[in-house]
């Protein structure tokens, strides 16, 4: 399919826009100490996604990667919201969806349609697909916690109940998160046996 000159500026605009992703930060550092961004979590949960697929039968492998492809595409606007700070924000997907409207504006519209709606599915949770999105996200995210080199006031026990809601229904997702959990205690209590200093 040929682009129209205004489809073709649309997307570029589009494109140039989602660039931000790569330098909007998210609450996790790397191993080697740097801050992670939204375009690498993104990318190694679509890893996750692609390695995994076969051990998810009846799943549209497609469907899957597209749906985390777009999954945080609005934060290009206002910005990742940490775990923790979510749970104050009772309309953070609200202003979520409206910052992906705008970044999706310039698309085609029939471009712009298939973005929002596979937003929307995995906002809801509305399909195999997107639970499995779910799950994997909070994996991910635990995943690089845990391997990451994180600030000393890190809460990693918070992590212990984060998505375990979205990680429990799968046995694939139950397994993993059962080998991120331990791995999680084991962190913090490293951390905890590092601050002990004797008594003087």
Not at 70 to 91: C, F, M, R, T, Y
Not at 135 to 164: S, V, W
Not at 169 to 179: C, E, G, M, Q, S
């Amino acid at each position: 399919m040929s682009f129209t000159p205004v489809d073709l500026h649309g997307t570029l605009e589009f494109l140039r826009a989602a660039e931000a992703l790569k330098h909007t930060t998210r609450v996790a550092w790397t191993s080697t100490g740097e801050q992670e961004n939204v375009a690498s979590h993104t990318w190694r949960l679509c890893l996750m996604a692609l390695v995994l697929a076969p051990r998810f039968p009846g799943i549209d492998v497609g469907k899957l990667l597209r749906i985390c492809i777009v999954h945080d595409l609005g934060e290009a606007i206002s910005g990742d919201i940490s775990a923790k700070l979510q749970l104050l924000i009772p309309n953070k997907a609200e202003q979520e969806r409206r910052d992906l409207l705008q970044l999706c504006e310039p698309l085609p519209a029939h471009t712009r349609d298939e973005i929002v709606a596979l937003w929307d599915e995995y906002e809801q949770a509305a399909s195999p697909e997107a639970r499995i999105a779910k799950g994997l996200d909070k994996l991910e995210t635990i995943l690089q916690h845990n391997q990451g080199a994180m600030p000393d006031d890190f809460d990693f026990r918070f992590n212990l109940e984060y998505g375990a809601k979205y990680t429990t229904d799968d046995p694939v997702l139950r397994t993993i998160r059962a080998v991120l959990d331990a791995e999680t205690e084991h962190r913090a209590q490293e951390r905890e046996s590092r601050n002990v200093r004797p008594a003087t």
